[in-house]
């Protein structure tokens, strides 16, 4: 294992995207605020409960969980990407970084992205509601997971994209719908049959419901839930491990 | 004796040659880039890999260096199987690439440390500062890698090649777009790195640069390599010299059996020296004076490695 190395990756992906720092940590978390008053006030209404909590303060685990989950996978989708685009992925390639070493600096990066981003948001968001923090080990679990998940399925969408349509594809046509319609704004529990039953398959359901357990107390993080979410993690790392390791679409 | 003709004291040791190549092949959908190459080199010399456009050169660099899969054969370098370990030799070994590659976040001083951090190497500062003198880019040492010209860029992708000290480099058309005067200080640090023991591999177009630097010189075409041989062994083997002699007025006729053409208007002599066969370019000159022909002007020049190149090329061609 080529510790040096794998730190000096994970290094250089956090200051590459701290270098554009308007872009990758205010405008997203800019947005997700932009949500929560939207939602929080507008539409969801200040005198709302949702499971007996104010709905400004139900969202709020969603919330975060959208932009862990966004700039995780961004950054780690869009630095694959450009670092074959530009073509410096050969100095990756000719280092002795192997498939683990890679994993690590790319995926570890793109998890402090997601992790600084949804804590700023989390941070926000407690000016509007107060501080909530029921469960920290859960809340902590739930965001690593979350930070975990996205950074590695960026990293496969990184891996496989070649073209910049093909990498353009996946905030709307993957991170959209998955997020929306994984209970980020709304409770799964309460939609009717079969919309439940499929929502439950949607591993996002998961993350945010862990996050609400932890953060507000409420609903439970299932261990059904939990292990299907650790089966992901696993499959996903299992992947992209195998096509760093053949040096699919980096290679010739 | 031993079984393979040799006393014992005579065995060389056992030491591993720095690449070992061995029935090489990379087949791309339409062609064979690499169609069974073999090559062995050796710790500290300048290897030069010559070859026209698309004959393997770089894909020849890239199997051995990771950026190309194999079809078949074998890679070892120091000793060690790349199929076996492909990571535990990369600590020792550096590559310019042919396509220049930066990234336009990181000033040339990052670069240069971000490589040396990939490599597993404890920041070495003073490594980096000998490298940026070395290739001219301390004036720029803080600057981001974008605002470079090609030259610069591509000196760029010679120091972070180097910054970690490998033992064998590759050098993929390592001074194309660098002007000549940087050329001569490249080649000289080239020479240096050699007599520090490194060991160069390089692909050049300018044939110029083989001669100048190579201790032995491989050529390749369609995936083929046609001749390994020592630089000036090869020269000396296949490089003609060229003898013309201009008279002041009109020559009937050559001395008899003197090799070489007169020209149809008789006022001038043309002579080609092969070695190994038929008489020396000096031999021939004295018999021309010794005739008393009115010699006006004597020229000589000795073959390029340039007309070594495509001749042999020509001799591959007609082969398959
Ligand atoms: N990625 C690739 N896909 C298909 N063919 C390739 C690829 N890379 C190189 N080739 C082909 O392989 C041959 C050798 O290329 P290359 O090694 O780059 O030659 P050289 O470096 O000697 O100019 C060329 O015919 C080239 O077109
Ligand atoms: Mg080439």
């Known amino acids: ?252 | 004796m031993l079984g393979n003709g040799r006393d014992w004291w005579q065995v060389p040791r056992p030491v591993a040659p720095v690449l070992d190549v061995d029935s090489l092949m990379k087949a791309y959908p339409k062609q064979r880039a690499l169609d069974g190459v073999s090559l062995t080199i050796e710790a500290g010399e300048i290897f030069a890999l010559l070859g026209p456009n698309g004959a393997g050169k770089t894909t020849l660099i890239g199997a051995v260096c990771g950026l190309v899969r194999k079809t078949s054969g074998t890679v070892k370098v120091f000793g060690i199987d790349l199929d076996v370990d492909p990571v535990t030799p990369r600590y020792q070994m550096g590559l310019v690439p042919q396509e220049i590659n930066f990234d336009p976040f990181f000033t040339v001083r990052e670069s240069l440390r971000i490589q040396q951090g990939y490599f597993g190497v404890a920041p070495d500062l003073a490594r980096i500062d000998e490298l940026l003198e070395a290739l001219a880019l301390t004036s720029k040492a803080d600057q981001p890698t974008r605002a470079l010209s090609g030259g610069m860029k591509r000196r760029l992708l010679i120091a972070k090649a180097l910054v970690h000290r490998p033992r064998l480099v590759f050098l993929d058309e390592p001074t194309a777009g660098v002007d000549v005067e940087l050329r001569r200080d490249l080649w000289a640090y080239v020479r240096k790195l050699r007599a520090e023991g490194t060991t160069v591999v390089l692909t050049t177009h300018y044939l110029e640069e083989a001669e100048e630097l190579a201790d032995r010189v491989g050529i390749i075409d369609q995936g083929k390599l046609l001749l390994v041989e020592e630089k000036t062994a090869l020269m000396k083997r296949l490089g003609e010299r060229h003898v013309k002699v201009r008279f002041a007025s009109k020559v009937a006729a050559l001395p008899a059996a003197l090799e070489g053409t007169l020209s149809t208007d008789g006022l001038s002599y043309a002579f080609v020296e092969q070695p190994a066969v038929g008489p020396r370019a000096a031999e021939v000159l004295q018999r021309i004076f010794s005739a008393g022909l009115p010699v006006a002007d004597v020229s000589t020049g000795s073959a390029k490695l340039e007309d070594i190149l495509l001749r042999v090329l020509k001799q591959g061609k007609a082969a398959t």
Do not use: C
Not at chain 1, 52 to 65: D, K, R, T
């Open chain 1, 1 to 252: 294992m080529n510790l040096i190395g794998a730190r000096t990756l994970l290094g250089k992906e956090v200051r590459r995207f701290l270098r554009v720092p308007g872009q990758t940590v205010l405008q997203p978390l800019i947005s997700t605020s932009l949500y929560f008053v939207v939602f929080g006030y507008t539409l969801g209404g200040r005198q709302a409960q949702v499971e007996g909590v104010p709905y400004v303060q139900y969202i709020v685990p969603g919330l975060v969980f959208l932009g862990v989950a966004n700039n995780a996978f961004l950054n780690a989708s869009s630095s694959f990407f450009i670092t074959k685009i530009q073509g410096t992925i050969v100095d990756l390639l000719v280092a002795p970084l192997g498939a683990t070493e890679l994993l690590f600096g790319f995926i570890s990066g793109a998890m402090v992205r997601g992790l600084l981003v949804g804590l700023l948001t989390w941070v926000v968001a407690l000016f509007f509601t107060g501080a909530h923090l029921v469960n920290v080990f859960e809340t902590a679990l739930f965001l690593g997971l979350s930070a975990y998940v996205f950074s590695v399925l960026g990293l496969l969408a990184g891996i496989w994209a070649e073209k910049f349509e093909q990498i353009n594809f996946f905030p709307t046509f993957l991170m959209l719908p998955l997020t929306f319609l994984g209970g980020v704004f709304y409770s799964v529990r309460g939609l009717p049959e079969p919309f439940r039953t499929i929502s439950l398959f949607n591993p996002v359901v998961h993350m945010v419901e862990g996050l609400r357990a932890g953060m507000l107390g409420l609903e439970h993080s299932s261990p059904v839930g939990l292990a299907l979410l650790v089966t992901l993690a696993l499959a996903a790392t299992a992947l992209a491990w195998t096509m760093l390791r053949n040096g699919y679409r980096i290679k010739s």
